[in-house]
């Protein structure tokens, strides 16, 4: 069973300074694949990242919550999670376990933090990983613009070597293969 990971999509992280590369494009994409994966049953897992107020993403603030532009529901499954690696310390393998999800779909933010470790984490423990090339994003940093970091790590997991595969397609591939 297939499950859809929506990672790190909240205010804080796209508000201010924190230009995030086709935000909006990603934004929609993201969104047909909620709504594929609503029409299917693919189970929709959303991470936040906990923070403080120094970045914005202490429980319940303002910043914490997912972006108004995404489709989601209250009845949506979330989990809570505190450093980059979204299995660590948290309840989503347990949330796996209990909707029979051994391939996920990974997109959200940010490409070279909470997705690269996400993906690497979700393959080495076994899960099939299927990453939308184009349904992740982050902002640049002084030694890289957005768009290379991007393409860099959908290379990266197309060619990474793990117990279980890791592929990089589309967002029109996956909702094709749904």
Not at 17 to 40: C, F, H, Q, V
Not at 49 to 65: A, I, R, T, V
Not at 151 to 173: D, I, K, M
Request: hydrophobic share 35%; charged share 30%.
């Amino acid at each position: 069973m297939k499950a859809l990971l929506v990672i790190d999509m909240q205010k804080a992280l796209f508000e201010g300074n924190s230009k995030r590369y086709d935000a909006a494009e990603i934004i929609k994409r993201i969104n047909r694949l909620i709504a594929e994966a609503r029409d299917k049953n693919v189970p929709i897992i959303f991470v936040r990242h906990c923070g403080d107020n120094d970045n914005g993403l202490k429980p319940d603030s303002k910043g914490w919550q997912i972006l108004d532009e995404l489709d989601f529901r209250d009845s949506d499954i979330t989990v809570q999670k505190s450093c980059c690696d979204s299995f660590c310390k948290t309840d989503l393998e347990q949330v796996l376990n209990k909707n029979h999800a051994d391939k996920l779909i990974i997109t959200g933010c940010c490409t070279d933090f909470c997705i690269d470790t996400t993906v690497r984490q979700a393959a080495s423990k076994g899960y099939e990983v299927l990453v939308a090339s184009d349904g992740h994003t982050t902002a640049d940093k002084p030694y890289l613009d957005a768009k290379i970091i991007i393409e860099h790590h959908n290379f990266v997991w197309s060619e990474f070597y793990s117990p279980a595969p890791v592929e990089v397609l589309s967002t029109e591939q996956i909702i094709y293969d749904l």
